[in-house]
């Protein structure tokens, strides 16, 4: 049984359906012509989300970043995860004819159904796949996670 006051539960529905409608248009946009010259990917990090009975595990793609450049956050019931590269590194010795990839940065805001136990989160990042087993709790936290 939720702990959340009655008038809470609809105002948090209408917010979570706000936000995957903003999620929706944003992936609509990602695929239209012209808007690579803004630079960056634009929309969010991709990611799916499932449960068992004790943990809700959440795998997202983040192709091409390394775990330093990954952060992951949870504030309460929401999973904040950032990607990002500052500058490419040209090779010494060499003259850059055309520079697109000087900066890249993804991000994804993720409302999770109920308390998940942050101090007992991991995440892993193998091949740009990063994997977020968040172990299930009733207590509220705010916590960075570490990737192994």
Do not use: C
């Amino acid at each position: 049984m939720s702990k959340t006051p009655e008038p809470m539960i609809g105002f948090e529905q209408m917010l979570e359906r706000f936000g995957r409608q903003i999620e929706e248009t944003m992936q609509r946009w990602e695929h239209m012509p012209g808007l690579e010259m803004w630079g960056g990917d634009v929309g969010a990090i991709q990611v799916d989300l499932t449960r068992n009975d004790e943990a809700y595990i959440l795998t997202a793609d983040v192709p091409g970043f390394d775990r330093d450049e990954v952060s992951i956050n949870i504030d309460n019931r929401t999973l904040h995860i950032t990607a990002d590269i500052d500058e490419m590194e040209t090779e010494e010795g060499l003259d850059s004819l055309r520079r697109e990839r000087v900066h890249r940065s993804m991000s994804r805001m993720i409302h999770l159904p109920e308390q998940v136990d942050a101090d007992g989160a991991t995440a892993t990042l193998r091949n740009g796949v990063l994997t977020v087993t968040l172990p299930r709790s009733e207590s509220p936290s705010g916590i960075e996670i570490d990737i192994e």
